[in-house]
């Protein structure tokens, strides 16, 4: 049997640490500069794009760790640099995740590269799943995808939001409705080919943090794409709403949508991204306590501190190896069968709320201004517990799943 290691393997140290001196040379330089901007860092993708972190074949590299562990671990050290900025440069994987859950390996093959484009010409992709009535209720979806037998062509009509890169994406990746009366069952994702007739950019968000990554709405008005751009393909589709409308008939087993099914891969990477997080608000923490002295002593020496910065270490640390259980859960095959991917987010999201306050609350009115970046590193934390399935919706799939009531 082999033996149970936790340790890192040469090759994942050396990216690790590639990784985090990109994070350390080029992200954290320019964090505050795109925060304020609220503004796509095109300059740091293009970076990125150079060395060959924002690529296809570096994603892919590590999605087939065979640890489990390469996602994780990049999206750790990318976002210890900065979260917006990291989010810019990770963004368009949400889109790809959403091909590769869905997709056939021509359609992988033929849109993936086209979301990336290259150095001399980057590109982002977008994913496109809320709207502005449905966000956790997806069965709530409006957009409608219409088929038009005699063109070979899906007509498109809705408006998303909560886009990242909505709109200035090359290729956009869009959930839509085909099926009505199945509810989110009768879900379908399509690609949005560039420069398609009826696809515009709506609102811009000003946001609160991850100020460098964009979000917006995303406006569908008789958007037709071909036959070809639905993921999986038509008759694939067509067996699964058949199969979704025997089990609904007869109260069967529940089938995933395409929106779950993407979301469902992502979950322990979002939880990644909060580890960096609230590592890097930490480490701001831990130096200043040693640093910053107080009635004669570093502040450090007082157990008030010292206490807040073992619980924040503790926390981030077991927040990590959840992260890295679902991962490698998820990498090896073994079903989710406690909602492992939703304990992962939820505690590592929480966790980065959690220690970033605890990071300001340390370095006092320091801490609340921007001089120091712990303050833009709680408003990046506030979106791990709201994207990609808020805290109340992991908890709810949680309770499903360990119960399983459908617990409302």
């Known amino acids: 049997m082999a033996e149970f290691t936790l340790e890192l393997n040469d090759d994942q140290k050396q990216v690790r640490d590639w990784l985090h001196g990109f994070a350390a040379d080029v992200i954290r330089p320019a964090a505050a500069e795109w925060d304020e901007r609220e503004e796509t860092p095109w300059p740091v993708i293009q970076e990125a794009a150079k060395v060959g972190i924002y ?168 958007v037709r794409v071909p036959g070809h751009c639905l993921l999986g393909g038509k008759e694939k589709l067509d067996q699964r709403m058949a199969r979704a409308r025997e089990r609904a008939q007869s109260g069967g087993e529940r089938v995933k949508n395409a929106a779950m099914a993407t979301f469902e891969a992502s979950r322990p990477a979002v939880g990644a991204m909060a580890v960096g997080t609230a590592r890097a608000a930490y480490e701001v923490a831990l130096d200043y306590a040693k640093t910053r ?68 609350q340390i370095l006092g009115g320091n801490g609340f201004t921007r001089e120091y970046p712990v303050e833009r590193m709680h408003r990046d934390a506030a979106i791990y517990t709201i994207f990609e399935g808020t805290s109340e919706i992991q908890r709810l799939v949680i309770a499903r799943t360990l119960s399983g009531m459908p617990i409302r």
């Open 55 to 222: 690529s296809l074949d570096f994603y892919a590299q590590q999605f087939f760790d065979p640890t489990g562990l390469g996602i994780p671990m990049a999206m750790e050290e990318l976002f210890w640099g900065d979260a917006g900025i990291a989010l810019s440069i990770v963004g368009t994987g949400l889109a790809a995740v959403g091909v590769l859950a869905n997709g056939t390996e021509e359609q992988i093959g033929t849109w993936i590269p086209q979301m990336y484009g290259d150095a001399n010409d980057v590109k982002v992709a977008a994913f496109c799943s809320s709207e502005p009535d449905a966000g956790s209720d997806v069965a709530s979806m409006r957009t409608r995808a219409v088929y038009d037998q005699a063109k070979d062509e899906w007509v498109l009509n809705g408006t998303k939001t909560w886009a990242t890169n909505g709109g200035i994406a090359n290729v956009h990746v869009v959930v839509a409705v085909v099926d009505a009366e199945l509810g989110s069952k009768g879900h379908a994702s399509f690609i949005v080919p560039p420069n398609t007739p009826g696809l515009s950019q709506g609102q811009k968000f000003k946001k609160h943090g991850i100020r460098a990554s964009h979000t917006a709405e995303v406006v569908l008005e008789d």
């Open 293 to 360: 002295t107080q009635f004669g002593r570093p502040i450090i020496d007082n157990q008030g501190i010292a206490f807040q910065l073992a619980d924040m270490r503790t926390q981030i640390d077991a927040a990590r190896l959840l992260v890295w259980r679902a991962s490698w859960m998820a990498t090896t095959g073994k079903p989710f069968e406690s909602a492992e991917g939703s304990m992962s987010k939820l505690y590592a999201s929480e966790t980065a709320k959690k220690v970033t306050a605890q990071a300001i």
